[in-house]
């Protein structure tokens, strides 16, 4: 069974849905007439052969409910099951996207160093760009180096206002820098 709901949150509406092991996908949905169609397609990626899906807003309190909690500030960390599909590439790049703290940067360099990677910067915006649950999995704080704001599946604006949400500032324009106190 595939569920899936469209929720209402401080900045864009999203999408979820949710395959057997926990939650698939997360999409921003600025057309949000359009979530119907979305979770079907994305339904049949996760059950090819017989995709039963249901709408099933109840189904998603748990992860509105830590939602509504990050957008005011009160959530750093998400505490959900995921059904993550993708190579292995993809799910240790999204695994160590996990570990960047909120409120801190990493650069796509950074992340391939860390997966012992040095080369496979690109491989790494690769996956990042086909990360499937954006927020979750916070891609938003992977920057290009020197602290340019780049690469964001749903549009760099939004990966600021993320950032911002988070503490940071931008500064000359497409640059960001961490929170200073003085």
């Not at 910067?121 to 916070?138: D, K, S």
Request: glycine share 8%; proline share 7%.
């Amino acid at each position: 069974m595939v569920r899936y709901a469209l929720l209402r949150t401080a900045m864009d509406p999203l999408l979820a849905v949710a395959g057997p092991q926990g939650l698939a996908c997360l999409m921003f949905m600025p057309r949000a007439w359009e979530h119907h169609t979305r979770a079907h397609a994305f339904a049949r990626e996760l059950e090819p052969d017989n995709p039963e899906i249901r709408e099933d807003p109840a189904a998603f309190d748990d992860l509105t409910d830590q939602l509504a909690e990050y957008f005011v500030g009160r959530r750093t960390t998400f505490d959900l099951e995921l059904d993550l599909r993708g190579t292995d590439f993809q799910i240790r790049t999204w695994r160590q996207l996990q570990q960047i703290p909120y409120g801190k940067l990493r650069t796509y360099g950074e992340i391939a160093r860390a997966l012992e990677q040095p080369k496979a910067t690109r491989a790494v915006g690769q996956a990042a760009g086909h990360n499937p649950l954006p927020i979750i999995i916070p891609c938003h704080r992977v920057i290009g180096q020197g602290g340019s704001l780049v690469g964001f599946a749903s549009g760099v604006t939004t990966k600021a206002r993320l950032l911002r949400l988070e503490g940071h500032t931008l500064g000359d324009g497409d640059r960001l820098e961490e929170p200073r106190l003085f």
